[in-house]
């Protein structure tokens, strides 16, 4: 069943920092995959792109990787963007509310230095025209990386996701908000996502140069990746 993502996140968004810091591993892995971009200099004079911010996990890792750095931050949901908005930012990090999809719309441009998207491409409506939208936004040679659960190469992946689903976030979800949706929606949109190979030759079909995959260590090898791919120069 479809669901309206940006609406589901919007009921989420008062339990989502809990709930997702209950999850090992949740926030340092989203620190690594921003080193993983190694941003040269703390970042110092360029400007990065947060899409998908959701409630400012994956911006804080961003700020961690490039303090000095320019930092837009987007996200569809008013909910979750209100979350991320009410904590404390420097000047250099700033908010906007747009789908990625029309974050033109919306006067943001680029180009920028690079990208991280975490947990985003699961929930676009075409994700090979969002990919091309961001070779494009990107300077020639900067870095995309995409933080994202891709399952669907390993078996032992699948079973552990579906058993952490349905034992641990499903429910904790509902106790939480008492709406099982968007965590439904997590468990079907991971499984129903590209393996990590197939991801990656999505993101050559988009244009990238240097295309490869990292997982994380823990019970989430294989489970959570950074897909890193370069705009080509």
Known sequence: MAIDVPGAFDVGAPAYDKLVGANPGYH???RISARRMRIPGGGAGLRLLDAGCG??????ALLAAAPHAEIVAVDASAGMLAE????S???????????IETIADAGIHGPFDGILAA??????????????????????GATLAV??????????A?????????????????????????????????????????????????????VHSETMSGWQRDIVHTFLADAPR
């Not at 409630?55 to 804080?60: H, I, Q």
């Not at 930012?89 to 789908?99: G, K, L």
């Not at 590209?194 to 990656?200: R, T």
């Open 147 to 156: 933080h994202e659960y891709s399952v669907r190469d390993s078996l032992a």
């Open 119 to 140: 947990y985003l491409l699961r929930n676009v409506t075409d994700p090979d025209a969002t990919l091309r939208a961001f070779r494009q936004l990107l300077r020639p």
């Open 158 to 210: 699948q079973a552990i996701w579906n058993a952490v689903c349905w034992g641990i976030i499903i429910p904790s979800g509902w106790r939480q908000t008492r709406d099982g949706a968007l965590y439904r929606h997590l468990w079907r949109s991971v499984n129903a996502f590209d393996g990590s190979a197939a991801f990656q030759r999505r993101l050559s079909a988009a244009g990238f140069t240097g």
């Open 84 to 87: 991320a908005a009410a904590k």
């Open 55 to 60: 409630t400012g996990a994956s911006t804080a």
């Open 28 to 30: 340092d892995h989203l």
């Open 89 to 99: 930012w420097p000047d250099t990090v700033r908010f906007v509310h747009s789908p």
